[in-house]
């Protein structure tokens, strides 16, 4: 009999079929078919690339096995098997004693070697896919408001979702699910899209449990034309809640250097709501870099103008103003070096980059120039910071 080995696997309930693991596969382990995303047994080495670019942490799942699920076998499933009991007699729980050799097998699995981003310490335990594409929630939309002056180029709403009673425990930070009605051109429902929340853990409404979502308008795009045409009153399927590392830290001496592009600043404002209702007194400060096209078109520009310097420093840096230079989020980074210098040298700093993909790499450019003017090599402090859970990129 062959000894028991773990299996890399991915939930088919939860996968939003994006194929970024698919894409980010080093060997070509992972395919799909019509149905379902899966991971090939033969190939896949267990070297964890696909863990952290997957939104919904469905890539993120293992079984121990004897003999290896099939191709064949995983692209018929719905849902994931349960494991299995095995001639090493295990109940294979996270928390199952390390002398049960199937446990340890699965703790070795989810123990996040190999570069898996992890949560801030101090973070409190978010919950995930409480509801999933089989068993959606319904949400009724408690409003729908344009962030972005009429006639600016683009239209970001704030939609605000309420659960009516129903539970859904969301932390900020965190992403929901939304199912937009209808089949895809292959005559199937269409899958869900994801969304950052922007509103805090309590709700939009301090105790109301409700949440809002930052939604740009895409031409053409199925979902957010869905979302931003969407009246008080109307239903809403929803899956989720996904993530488990991009949460902010409950130590109130945490700094947060946050640095966003447009509708990417979502999280952000979740961030800085959940510290200003959070009792006061913390040490710790919150600094942002947000870029926009124009002030028009930067979602929350108003309220924002009136969150306190002592509560939040703003850097809004605009790329499209006639007759001013283009300017973006890393090029003001670079303009206050001294003071993002301050923060990197910081061992109670934490970093949230949120956006365009695009902003990644002059982001991480400017951050490597400022860390080596105090004599710290980029690379390294980028490291210590993410196995310490105060390094945390969410781009698209
Ligand atoms: P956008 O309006 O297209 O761009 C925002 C700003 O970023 C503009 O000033 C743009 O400048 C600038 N920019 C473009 N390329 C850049 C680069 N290489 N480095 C730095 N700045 C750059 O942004 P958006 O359409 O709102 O997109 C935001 C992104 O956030 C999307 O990819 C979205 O998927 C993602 N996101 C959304 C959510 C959510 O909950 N809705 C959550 C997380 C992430 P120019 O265009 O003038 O060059």
């Known amino acids: 009999m062959t000894a028991p080995f773990k299996q890399h696997l991915i939930d088919p309930e939860i996968c939003i079929r994006c194929y970024t693991c698919e894409m980010t596969c080093p060997i070509e382990a992972i395919t799909h078919d019509d149905t379902n995303v899966v991971v090939d047994p033969d190939k896949c080495d267990d070297c964890m690339a696909c863990i952290p670019v997957c939104p919904t942490g469905s890539i993120d799942e293992w079984r121990v096995v004897e003999t290896a699920y099939t191709l064949e076998e995983q692209f018929s499933w719905e849902e994931l098997p349960a494991q299995a009991e ?5 109940d294979a729980g996270k928390d199952a004693p390390v002398d ?13 070697v190999g570069g898996k981003p992890r949560a801030p310490a101090s973070a409190t335990k978010p919950q ?23 006639g600016a180029d683009t239209d970001i709403r704030h939609i605000i979702l309420s659960f009516e009673g129903k539970p859904f425990p969301v932390l900020e930070g965190q992403t929901i699910g939304i199912l937009p009605p209808g089949l895809d051109g292959a005559g199937k429902a269409h899958l869900p899209r994801l969304y950052s929340v922007s509103s805090p853990r309590d709700g939009e409404r301090a105790g109301y449990h409700n949440v ?18 969407l009246n008080k009153g109307d239903s809403v399927q929803v899956t989720g809640p996904f993530g488990s590392t991009f949460l902010m830290p409950e130590d109130p001496a945490a700094r947060l250097l946050m640095i966003c592009t447009g509708t990417g600043s979502a999280p952000m404002r979740a961030f800085t709501m959940h ?22 078109s930067l979602p929350y520009f108003g309220p924002l103008k009136k969150v306190p310097k002592s509560v939040l420093k703003q850097h809004l840096v605009f790329s499209r103003i006639e007759g001013t230079a283009k300017e973006y989020v890393q090029d003001r ?3 206050e070096q001294d003071a993002v210098a301050d ?5 109670a ?48």
């Not at 049960?100 to 989810?110: F, G, M, Q, S, Y």
Request: hydrophobic residues 40%; charged residues 20%; glycine residues 12%.
């Open 212 to 229: 809002s979502l930052t939604v740009k308008r895409d031409e053409g795009g199925i979902c957010s034309n869905y979302l931003c045409d």
């Open 275 to 296: 510290r200003q209702r959070a009792a006061a007194g913390g040490s710790g400060d919150m600094t942002m870099f947000f870029g926009a096209r124009t002030p028009e």
């Open 128 to 150: 995930v896919n409480t509801y999933t594409i089989g068993k959606p929630v319904t949400a009724v939309v408690q409003g729908n408001y344009r962030l972005t002056a009429e």
């Open 86 to 90: 095995l001639s090493g007699g295990a």
């Open 100 to 112: 049960d050799p199937v446990a340890a097998l699965l703790a070795e699995a989810h123990s996040g």
């Open 333 to 335: 980074m670079m303009a």
């Open 343 to 347: 923060l990197l040298a910081d061992p």
């Open 349 to 396: 700093t934490h970093i949230y980059i949120c956006g365009l993909r695009g902003m990644e790499e002059g982001v991480e450019q400017a951050l490597t120039n400022i860390a080596e003017s105090i004599g710290q090599p980029w690379i390294a402090l980028r490291e210590v910071m993410r196995e310490e859970g105060r390094y945390h990129v969410e781009t698209y």
